[in-house]
């Protein structure tokens, strides 16, 4: 007992699983308690059982088995999840259940399989037992066949699939079980219940007996078929539907409808003949002898037999089956092929579509034979052909033989038509089918062969059984009663098969007359309303009115009784016109004189409108007004008159087309006018309006060509234009007015052809492009006319029509307007172009060459066919045995031959048009196969082909069928990813697709789990596509036959695909084109509301909502919403701007559009709406952890889904299904009305502030730029906003979106950083900075190097505004690890670490060593050097106040979108890459500290003096001046040094777009990527090679010449030394550059604008190439070098000359110290310097001589006469004299004036120099106190050098020591103050900066000590290399110029042209120069990297910057003598001007 208490506790689910039967037993029974207990069947308790149910069934135990199957079958019934367990449960019911003796367990397993039936999982099932019917157990398949019969029984075929059953069926037939056998037996008698005799042709190969033995019972059973008895749990309704109806006509129709729905073919096995055929087949059947072929065709007959035949190719086969049927001369053999064809297109069905268009015009022209065993044969082949195709795809070959001169085969067509017809519908036989054939019928039914006229009227008796007699009646309007009694006749004889209504016998609630519903009511019967309309419209009637009949076409009655109207006689008119006008007016018509014809004319218009519009004889009245004189009238008064009248009958009267040929000649005779021409118009127009614009207007044309009248012909052509505008273009013979313009257009008259040029143009408007087609023969220059006109039409829609073609009543003005549209849309353009036949030139010659084995034959045959095409142009769909030869070739093993069949096929299509769609199956799909192909172009070639196929014969073709399917199976990757993209595009543009697009679905699954990734992608865009025609229902039940686990996934996609499944377009597309159909649409509106004057949208034919509106709008604006409501409402319904509204509306489109504009009002709303509280209720579920924290690498569906739901209560509801479109285009019209509606909707905007940045970091995760970029626009408008309400975002909001931010500042694109940084600025002011800092660190771990230098940029920017109470958790922590980064492998990583270590140095000095803690002596050295490096050398503040000052420098401006929104034009792409990152810490901290670094100078002094001095006006308005103490401003004022700037953030408002795009192309000059160089060099190439554009670069040169010699570096330096680059590339590159330069060079305007350190590391690029053995040993390099050559002499000769010289001089100084340059390069550059010295008589007026010897004086400096001869080589030095010796000849005397840039030119070699060359004395010219006693200085001058030497040696000696040190610095200065020429530079040079500074600091002191000035600080006294004391200290007092001084040299530094002097003014001794000047042994010259960074730091703003702070210094050469004023004069300069304004205010 104690056993049984322990297993008693357990709970149910253990007990089920316990090793105790008896447990289990109970287990079982607890089960099924608990399992009838539980309502819902969705409880999570129905989990726990999932995987024990299998468990339940397979029980070992046959007592606790019972219970366990009815615990089993409770649970199926019951749990929702059951339908997870089905295989298994099944599977061990087929297994372990059917077995046991026990009749319950079967019975209850029986149940289980019904019920797992039941609740939809049929096909799963059905497979279970299928596979047990293989078992060896007897039992066990027994049961599984009682089950299948029992399911059957009860669901019926719909839901248990026969097909599979009947293939297994006949094998249980032929069981040795007898149980077996009967239980099939009873089987096969439920199927037949169901299917009846499509069940016979499966067991057709069964024992006779048995068979037999069915027949008799299956005639036993009841002849009605049986009912379906159990439903689906989906099927409820048609249950309840069924037990109402027990029986009724509903219920009947849909037994029909079962019974029908199963088809023989689809329950047979497909055989394979083709494997199958006689080896010799091909070669009997060309046998010559009849009997050998007979033997062949015996073999195929045979073969074809088999009812179902497996797909494949059988060209070949039905290619030697059509030889023999059309050429065969052996009738027996002929009737044999035809019936092996009847056989092939029965057993293939829609297969052999393909090969239709090629047999049946062979069995058509065949039915030349009389034998009637032979007509019998074609008969049944080619009604077997029809059954596969459609009559549309027949239709161009039936009507070829319509008009055949034998009797036999027009009779045999128009049999096959009448047979074809009875299987067509009214939907498949439409009006443009049946209007052709229905033509070629009528004129048969007049042939003198009366079998023929009897087949055409039978054809015609169908198609009017078929379609109606009102559809029919229209085409037979030539017919006398007679036949059309004859075809009615025929009409009421034909049976449609199954019984079918035809059209005339379906209820009367037909939508034919819209107007008229009472007729549609009628009680008459239908036949005698037919008969009724006949005899009304067969007899000829004597007036134009009659009354309207029932059920007939009063409109085309009217219109032909107009056309047959007979002429009246003149003395009948006379008597009709005497009745309705008075005597007197008829007398005077004729008159003589013209008063009384004008009277009569008169009383005649009087008379006619005022009468009756029914009574008016209108043949009688014109043929009145055509009496003499007629329309030959002289006098234009009274012929004004008459054709007014004709006006006014042909409005009022019924007017028809004979009474019209009575006045038309008179009226084109008169168009001409210049006085009646108007009237004449007037009247045709009116014609046009009563008897319909067409004819009018052909015969208004016609008649004016036939006149020699050239006004009258523009005048027509004039009329005609304005004409189709009104009226539209429905409905116009095209070829019949193309003749006659191109008539005109050959006119010698000019206005002829002006009219006609205009006519074209307004056809342009209605045809479109196709127009110009007809013209292409026509001579240039016309030609360019006829494209001008249609120039201006571009674009234009065509207007609405005004007028319509007046009928008998609104109803049929209507219907007109509909007839017109037919005709539009039936007539396409392209129909109308003349067609050639090229299948006689497709020779069989031809097609064996592209069948040839030689490659090269095979490529000359498709060379002949695409010549063939383009020679004709235009062509028939009969290209003879062309398709199947191209066929072959799309799958040649010569790729380049695949590419060529393409390109012909694409020519195809454009030459063939609308009759490719006959050549879908044969060409279409192989094009299709080509997909499938490895090589990305041949792929790419394969769908353009494919498109343009598409584009003539639409989707319908691809899509019926199972070729497409087919193509989907094969298992080629590139085929699938092809076509699934394909379909995925296409699909969702088309309204409705054939059924069986439904086969390839199952694909569409595999694709899904495709071990291809790309394929799966594809798979999972097109399932939306699919679901959208398909239905989410019919692919739901599609994923049953999956396995388990697919299909859990397949399922998942198709709920995902649910919820972004599109639309339908609403309306089906007119294949007359948009155009036609905007225009049919207006023309409806129009007609209706001529109907009924309404308000409101009218319902016109399909039911379109037409708004009574003046015209169509055009394509919405892609732009943001307007705010207006109204206006967004309306742009909505345009579906997206592809078509007018109205045309794209479907038949039941009202709701859709009403449904629209209700959306569209609905968005008026607001997009979020504020719940009190949500976001904290959010923020506490995610601490809670009852919602996912928003944390992820990738976003994870479920993180989407909880997103969805968490908006779905405060997002609208439209709004939310826009962000989560598959589309990004909505996603970008989300967020701009989310932009838009942000200032208005602030407040909600904030609740929902947590959900917007979590969508947003969604979209972070899109590759799509366009998102992105309106992503960050947004995002900077938030922030802006969140800024100015003052809002703080909470850790909640900031954790979900800013480490997502972070991803996208190390994207590749610089736009998209640029607006991220700028989001990161404004973030700090809605977040702190310091919490903002850890986000940064941990980007700064990214694997993205990008990400790790921008955010270590970000964190030295934070630091420098907030200091360094902003890094977090501790300063030294977050030091550390910045720190790291200094030795990153990548080089920005490495810049921005030190700019930021740099950052903090600015910040807290040299603490900067302590908080970064250890680091490798590379990494150290880096550092220190940048810090020395570092142009931030700023003063240093308190932190706390500088952070204040800067927070407010970082503030944004008032309006967000001024600043952020990014403006296209303004885009700044000029980011020369290389040192941008390394800079921009230090140009963001210019940009905030740029009031900051100018504190020192007073506010006051900042107004522009001059301005306030000359504007006297307004001086009375100044405020009272402050009182200051001006004498403090003498002091010495601390002047900065000048920073690096770098760009600006709004660099882009210094340019205009064009030097945009040019900054942009030469900053891909510099790339490391050598195609990238190739293109941009190529660019500039081509904007140089223009004269007129080369003018563009100007101001550009200098950055172009950098980038250059920047890529001539990178590639001497990398590309050469690269193996792995070819040199050809290198080569193609270095030819580039070198073009590029001599393009350049040769634009003198051009290259004189490139600067000295340009031109210096240019040449020194260009020479260091010609120096390049790598280059050298190359033929190529050999010819790059002399094109070197060229380019050196050519920079010599163009640029500026002193730029130039210099240069050289500075690169001949470099090359002269030994380690620097080899010899070689030095011989080069002095080559090159004695080429300028020879050009030097011609250029030395253009040499600046200052700079030229400032540059020789530099070089004498560094290099003295001794070291100069102490060189290996004394070139040098005679260079330099040739140089002077030459300038001394050219200048004299002059040249002394040239020296004015030299300091000290006393101390110079070079002034020495010169006046030893011009033979003058030494003396003091200049009066300053260093020159005095100095004259005898040059002549001692070696002997003097070696004295000071001494004593300066023992002066630093002292300096040197700790007790001297003050005195060797007094000894110092009195000796410098002695001898002022003293070089200092020896003794300096070998010692420390910190020395030198000292020095020099401690001779300054003196000095301002001698002066008397008071001394600041005493210099402290240190060692040689004693601790530094910066220049840059706040207590240092140096005079400004010092500072003047080291400006100068800075300014050199960075490239500025020093032509100014700023040594002091009259006051200062230059003694006083500073030691700084003499410091440098070899004075700094601009470098390339130098002049980089002054172009992307400096541009205008560092000289606007430098002209402000130095307007006292002249800039031109000229000046250079002029000195600036000492500060003293300057301040005296401002008081004075203050006196002056303070005594003007006064």
Known sequence: MGDDSEWMKLPIDQKCEHKVWKTRLNGYEEALQLFNRIDDEKSPEWGKYLGLIKKFVTESNAVAQLKGLEAALAYVENAHVAVKTTGDVVSGVVTKVFNQPKARAKELGTDICMMYI??????????????????????????????????????????????????????????????????????????????????????QNVNSVLLKELEEEWVKLPSNPPKQSRFLRSQQDLKAKFIQQAQGEESGEEEEETVAAVDPYELLAAVDILSKLPKDFYEKIEAKKWQERKEALEAVETLTKNPKLESGDYGDLVRALKKVVGKDANVMLVSMAAKCLAGLASGLRKKFGTYAGHVVPTILEKFKEKKLQVVQALQEAIDAIFLTTTLQNLSEDILAVMDNKNPSIKQQASLFLARSFRHCTQATLPKSVLKPFCAALVKQVNDSAPEVRD??????????????????????????????DKIKECADKVELPGGKKSAGEKKPAVKAHPAGEDQSKSSVPPKKIASAAASKSAGPPKKAKVTSAAGGKPKKNIENKELAESELSVEVCEEQASNVLPAPCLQQLGSANWKERLASMEEFQRAVETMDKMTMPCQALVKMLAKKPGWKETNFQVMQMKLHIVTIIAQRGQFSKTSASLVLDGLVDKVGDIKCGGNAKEGMTAIGEACSLPWTAEQVVSLAFAQKNPKNQAEALNWLANAMKEFGFAGINVKAFINNVKTALGATNPAVRTAAITLLGVMYLYMGAPLRMFFEDEKPAL????????????????????????????????????????????????????????SEKVTSDLVSKLGDKNWKIRKEGLDEVAAIISEAKFITANIGDLPLALKGRLGDSNKILIQQSLTILQQLAIAMGPGLKQHVKTLGFPIISVLGDSKPNVRAAAMATLQAWVEHTGMKDWLEGEELSEELKKENPFLRQELLGWLAEKLPTLRTVPGD?????????????????????KAQDALPTFMM??????????????????????????????????????????????????????????????????????????????????????????????????????????????????????????????KGMKDDED???????????????????????????????????????????????????????????????????????????????????????DLILKWFTLRFFDTNTTVQMKVLEYLKLLFAMLNRENYHLTEYEANSFVPYLLLKIGESKDVVRKDVRAILNMLCKVYPASKVFPYLMDGTKSKNSKQRAECLEELGCLIEAYGM???????????????????????????????????????????????????????????????????????????????????????????????????????????????????????????????????????????????????????????????????????????????????????????????????????QVASGDINTSIQALAQIDEVLSQENKAEVMSGHIDQFLIATFMQLRLIYNTHMADERLDKEDIFKLYRCILSNMLSLFSLESLAREASMGVLKDLMHGLITLILDSRVEDTEEGQQVIRSVNLLVVRVLEKSDQTNIISALLVMLQDTLVPTTGTPRFSELVMKCLWRLIRNLHETINSVNLDRVLFDVHNIMKVFPKEKLKQLNSDVPHRTLKTLLHTLCKLTGAKILDHLSMIENRNESELECYLRRVVKQPVGNQFGSKSDRGNEKGSLHMEDGKAKDRDILSEIFKKIGSKENTKEGLTELYEYKQKCTDVDLEPFLKSTSPFFQSYVERGLRVIESEREGKPRIQNPTVIAQHGVDNSLSSNEEDLKPAVYYERLKILRQRQGLENTRSISGGDGEPQERAPISSILSSK?????????????????????????????????????THTRSASPAANLGDLKKRLERIKNNRE
């Open 1163 to 1249: 968005r008026s709303g607001p997009l979020f709406i504020l719940v009190p509280n949500a976001k904290e209720q959010r923020i506490k579920e995610e601490k809670q952890l009852k919602i996912l924290k928003w944390n992820f690498i990738t976003p994870r569906d479920e993180y989407v889904e909880q997103l969805k739901s968490q908006m779905s209560t405060c997002f609208a509801k439209w709004l939310q299904d826009e962000l989560f479109h598959l589309d990004f285009q909505r996603h970008v019209k989300a967020i701009s009305i989310m932009t838009e509606r942000l200032e208005n909707e602030t407040d909600a905007t904030i609740s929902c502030l």
């Open 1979 to 2015: 004075p700094s010259v601009a470098s390339s990297t130098d002049m980089l960074h002054s172009k992307l730091s400096q541009l205008k703003e560092s000289r606007e910057l430098y002209q402000q702070e130095h307007k006292a210094q002249s800039r031109s050469p000229s000046n």
């Open 1029 to 1154: 025609h398909l239905g989410y229902d019919k692919m739901n039940k599609a994923t049953g036959k999956l396995k388990q686990s697919s299909k859990d996934q397949v399922v998942a996609m198709l709920e995902k695909a649910r919820a972004v499944m599109p639309a339908k377009p609403a309306a089906p597309a007119k294949t007359g084109g948009a155009k036609s159909s905007s225009e049919t649409n207006r023309a409806a509106s129009s007609c209706e509301d001529f109907v009924d004057n309404k308000s409101e949208a009218k319902k016109v034919r399909g039911g379109v909502a037409v708004k009574k509106q003046p015209s169509p709008p055009e394509e919405p604006d892609p732009s943001p919403p307007s705010k207006d409501k109204d206006t967004i409402a309306n742009k909505k319904p345009l579906n997206k701007g592809k078509t007018v509204a109205g045309s794209q509306q479907s038949a039941p489109s009202k709701k859709p559009v009403t």
């Open 118 to 203: 039941e609740i939809e999982k049929a096909e799963v099932v059905q497979d279970e037992l299928l596979k047990g019917l293989d078992n060896k157990n007897p039992k066990i398949v027994v049961a599984c066949i009682e089950t299948l019969r029992k399911a059957l029984s009860e669901f019926g075929p719909k839901i248990v699939t026969l097909k599979p059953i009947v293939k297994v069926l006949p094998k249980q037939f032929e069981s040795r079980d007898k149980a077996v056998r009967d239980e099939a037996k009873m089987f096969a008698i439920e199927i037949y219940k169901w299917i009846r005799d499509a069940l016979r042709p499966s067991l």
């Open 997 to 1017: 697009l439904m086969a390839c679905v199952p694909h569409l699954y595999a694709c899904l789990e495709d071990r291809n990734g790309d394929v799966r992608k």
């Open 455 to 484: 087949a055409a009227f039978e054809a015609l008796g169908t198609a009017m059984r078929v379609v109606g007699e009102k559809a029919v009646n229209p085409y037979l309007a030539d017919l006398d009663k007679l036949k059309l």
């Open 1365 to 1563: 109470n902003v890094c977090q958790p501790t300063p030294a922590k977050s030091l550390k690890e910045i720190a790291v980064h200094i030795g990153d492998r990548d080089t920005s990583v490495r810049n921005a670490a030190l700019n930021t270590v740099v950052a903090v140095y600015n910040v807290c000095g040299d603490q900067v060593y302590k908080l970064i803690g250890n680091l490798s002596d590379k990494d150290m050295s880096m550092l220190e050097e940048r810090i020395k490096r570092s142009a931030t050398k700023k003063i240093a503040a308190p932190p706390a106040k500088q952070s204040a000052n800067e927070r407010s420098q970082r503030d944004l401006p008032a309006n967000p979108n001024g600043t952020f929104l990014r403006k296209s034009s303004q885009e700044d792409p000029n980011k020369l890459k290389i040192m941008y990152r390394t800079y921009r810490i230090q140009a963001r901290q210019n940009a905030q500290h740029s009031e900051s670094s100018h504190m020192p100078i007073p506010k006051e002094f900042q107004l522009d003096l001059d301005m306030i001095e000359m504007d006297r006006g307004r001086v009375n308005e100044l405020p009272d001046l402050v009182q200051h103490k001006l004498d403090e401003l003498l002091e010495p004022i601390v002047i900065p040094e000048p920073k690096m700037r770098a760009v600006s953030p709004h660099f882009d408002d210094l340019h205009n777009s064009a030097a945009s795009t040019i900054n942009f192309v030469i900053s």
């Open 783 to 838: 030609l360019s006319q006829i494209d001008a006109a249609f120039e201006k039409m571009q674009g234009q829609s065509p207007p609405a029509p005004s007028r319509f073609t007046k009928k008998a009543g609104n109803e049929d003005e209507c219907d007109n307007a509909e007839e017109q549209e037919d005709d539009v849309v039936g007539q396409d353009i392209m129909d109308l172009l003349p067609r050639t036949d090229i």
